[in-house]
């Protein structure tokens, strides 16, 4: 089983830039998709971007197109996620997770799941 701790939040303006990592324990980090999702307080838990084992697939919600790019260092055992072009809409709880069920932006087919990390963006 892998298991995440999320760092790299903070207050932005926006426009601003930030990196958010993930890190992961646990064996066979490498074989699984990782993605990013993030939650807004009262709103459902959505699907940002997710990466394959090696990083030859991506997949990005249509509202972060263009302004995050996601990456990952199997070495490091480790997933980014650098956002640019900070929007206040962008402002949630961002989490990292893996799945073997292949790239889907369905959160309950997701693990690992860290306690996130704030990000908040300013108007």
């Known amino acids: 089983q892998v298991q995440m701790v999320e760092s790299g939040g903070g207050l932005v303006q926006a426009g601003g830039s930030l990196r958010l990592s993930c890190a992961a324990s646990g064996r066979i980090f490498s074989s699984y998709v990782m993605g990013w999702f993030r939650q807004a307080p009262g709103k459902e838990r959505e699907f940002v971007t997710a990466i394959s084992w090696s990083g030859g697939s991506i997949d990005y919600a249509d509202s972060v197109k263009g302004r995050f790019t996601i990456s990952r260092d199997n070495a490091k055992n480790t997933v980014y996620l650098h956002m640019n072009s900070l929007k206040p809409e962008d402002t949630a709880v961002y989490y990292c997770?893996?799945?073997?069920?292949?790239?889907?932006?369905?959160?309950?087919?997701?693990?690992?799941w860290g306690q996130g990390t704030q990000v908040t963006v300013s108007s």
């Open positions: 997770a893996a799945t073997g069920r292949g790239l889907n932006s369905d959160y309950r087919r997701w693990g690992g």
